[in-house]
Structures are given as C-alpha cells and as structure tokens.
C-alpha cells in the first residue's frame, strides 16, 4: 500500500489509501489518468484515482474565458451559483467621468487642425536668434539668449532624424555648457560672449574662449549648409550638408575625426521629408527659415571678426 501510494503521488495523482493491491505497470498507465489494480479487480480503490486525473485534464484543456472572475461584491441567493456573481455598485454620480459630447469633440478637433496648419518648427523655439541682442557698434552679443538660441539650433538636426549627428550634436552641446559654465559664475560681468574671451585672455587655461571657437565654427557648418538648402531648392540635403562641411569643418578635423563627419553628411533624409517635420505651410517655415538664418548670419559674422581681430584662434 505504501509503494502504491508513493507512486500515484509521483505521477500527479492524491495519495488514497488503498485496500490491497499492486501498482499497475508503466505501460498501462496513461498521464493524467494513474490507475491501481487489486487482486480481486476491485473499482472502488481505482475511482478516486481516475476522478482526480480527470478533474485535472478538464481543468487544464480548459480556456480562460470559461472561467467567470471572482469579485468581492457577492450577493447571497438560491440562484444557481453561475448567478450568484455581480459586479460592483456603480461608483456615485460624484466620481463618474465627464460627459464628452459632440461639440467638444468638434472644437477640440478644429483646435488641432488649426494648430498643425499654422504652427512651425521655429514657434516653438524659446528663444530665436532674431531675439539675441547685440550691442551697439557690434560690441557685444548677449550671452544667455545666444546660447538658448543655440540650444534651439540643436534640437533641430534633432529633425534629420539620424543617430549618426549625434557626434555634432553633442560637441555643439558640449561647447554650450563650457560656456554657461563660465556665465553663471558671474552673471552680472559675462553678459556678453565678448566679456568672456577678453576675461580669459590672460588665463592660461581658456575652457570658454575655445568652447566659443568650435561652438562658433560648428554654427557656421550649420548655417552655411541651411543656407545652401534654403537657396537651392532641388539640392538634397545630403548635397548641401556634404559641401558647407568641406567648407566649414574639415580643415580643423583630424583623419580619425572625419570619417564620422562624413558619414553622418550622407545620411540625410530627403529634403522634402525635412521641410514638412518644420511645418506644413511651406511658405512660411521658408519665410521664417530665411529669416532665423539672416540672424544666425550676422552674429556669426561679429563672432568670426572678433576672434580674427584678437587673434583668438
């Protein structure tokens, strides 16, 4: 009995007792189905067996939706058990959601529609190069808004949509936090970019007055390959990114760096697939592209004479 029992539980079955008897062999015995045999051929000792193989075969071959989702809210009745099960009380009038009706779906829609037509990649910039000030007779350019402005620049090669730019963008952003590192220290004193280059001039170690150098020659990369695009419209971006880095960027750039370069030069989207991330009025994203690019211009240019006057390069 002891054996027969041992057994029965090693293949899935409730350890019954038996009366008397013997295992059967291996190859009578079937999964899910362990039967035992007596001397005397006895069914009473092998039902509870056979009852519990099947009970656990139909369990198993059944399908989840069969089975109806126990909830706490149980309501005692005579009816049958199937029933018995409700769901919970609706929540009171309080915590229900709003209504959405009709006319807020309409205004909501009119409201996107309006939004995506008019807005454009450049209205949601924080701070455009348009609003960089610049003191009188070209003395100074104001520091934070340039470098928020540069920031913006970032964000858009964001829309190349290319992992191979992220080598630009992150010496551009790089070149920023130099900078802003050495602005915050003193607010009120680098206002200006000019401030800070003629501040490290006598410093040994000029962390800023680089970071402006590389960050100045990478804004003309951009610029100068913006302009190319915006000028030329049957140029593909591929194209024009290719050549404003020729121009611009690789001359300072070592064998092991412009491989990189390139490679992210020609991975590109096409042209048209760029305009329409900056918007879908195309007459005015080139409006407001031809206008962001005249401010880029002309800050770069007080940029370039100031390094080129102090020999700051």
């Not at 009816?79 to 609706?90: C, D, K, N, T, V």
Request: proline residues 7%.
């Amino acid at each position: 009995m002891r054996s027969a029992t041992c057994r029965a539980a090693r293949v899935g079955a409730r350890p019954w007792p038996l009366r008397t008897g013997r295992v059967a062999p291996r190859a009578r015995r079937r999964p899910g189905f362990p039967t035992c045999e007596t001397r005397r051929g006895a069914p009473l000792a092998t039902m509870p067996l056979i009852l519990h193989g099947i009970r656990s075969t139909v369990r198993a071959q059944r399908s989840p939706r069969q089975f109806i989702p126990r909830r706490p809210h149980f309501v005692p009745s005579n009816r049958p058990a199937r029933m018995l099960l409700q769901s919970a009380p609706p929540p009171p009038r309080a915590q229900r959601q709003p209504t959405f009706h009709l006319h807020t779906a309409t205004t909501a829609f009119a409201a996107f529609t309006t939004m995506s037509v008019t807005s454009t990649f450049f209205d949601t910039l924080p701070k455009n190069f348009t609003q960089v000030q610049v003191a009188s007779n070209d003395q100074g350019i104001e520091t934070a808004a340039f470098l928020e402005a540069t920031e913006g620049l970032i964000a858009l090669l964001d829309l190349l949509g290319s992992a191979a730019f992220k080598p630009v963008q992150s010496d551009m952003a790089g070149n920023v936090k130099k900078i802003r590192d050495k602005y915050v220290t003193d607010t009120a004193k680098y206002t200006t970019l000019q401030a800070i280059v003629l501040d490290e001039k006598a410093d040994k170690k000029k962390t800023a007055t680089e970071g402006l150098l590389w960050l100045k020659r990478g804004l003309e990369f951009c610029a100068k390959a913006l302009r190319r695009s915006h000028d030329q419209p049957s140029e593909e971006l591929a194209d024009s990114f290719t050549k404003a880095y020729e121009e611009t960027l690789k001359p300072f750039h070592g064998l092991f760096v412009r491989p990189i370069f390139t490679m992210a030069m020609k991975a590109c989207p096409y042209r048209k697939d760029f305009y329409s991330k900056l918007g879908s009025d195309e007459a005015r994203v080139q409006a407001q592209l031809d206008a962001w690019l005249v401010a880029l211009e002309e800050r770069l240019a007080i940029l370039v004479r100031f390094y080129k006057d102090g020999q700051y390069e």
